[in-house]
Nanobody, 121 residues
């Protein structure tokens, strides 16, 4: 029912940029906060960024602050993550996740399948 489909991943050189998209369906998109969570090789899951249902507030992990920017288009039911100044340590699988509420601190009940981001020279 709930579907989250990530796209936009790929291979990029250090310092480059990439824009991830997450197409959502099966729920009232603007009622829920959304997050980008990544799995970095050799490390655990990390919540990269989150945005409230109305896009009134955002959250960024310190590791990506100033480089990554989360946004959403509620009319298109799409979540975005603009990633700039990419580093080797940004390599990983990026997941789009739906929160159980409209606030960024909520838990997540649905995840997409993920999209691979590889930063390499």
């Amino acid at each position: 029912e709930v579907q989250l489909v990530e796209s936009g991943g790929g291979l990029v050189q250090p310092g480059g940029s990439l824009r991830l998209s997450c197409a959502a369906s099966g729920f009232t998109f603007d009622d829920y906060a959304m997050s980008w969570i990544r799995q970095v090789p050799g490390k655990g899951l990390e919540r990269v960024s989150a945005i409230t249902g109305s896009a009134s507030a955002t959250y960024y992990a310190e590791s990506v602050k100033g480089r990554f920017f989360i946004s959403r288009d509620n009319a298109k039911k799409t979540l975005y993550l603009q990633m700039n100044s990419l580093k080797f340590e940004d390599t990983g699988v990026y997941y789009c996740a739906k929160a159980v509420g409209s606030w960024c601190g909520a838990e997540y009940d649905y995840w997409g399948q993920g999209t691979q981001v590889s930063v390499s020279s």
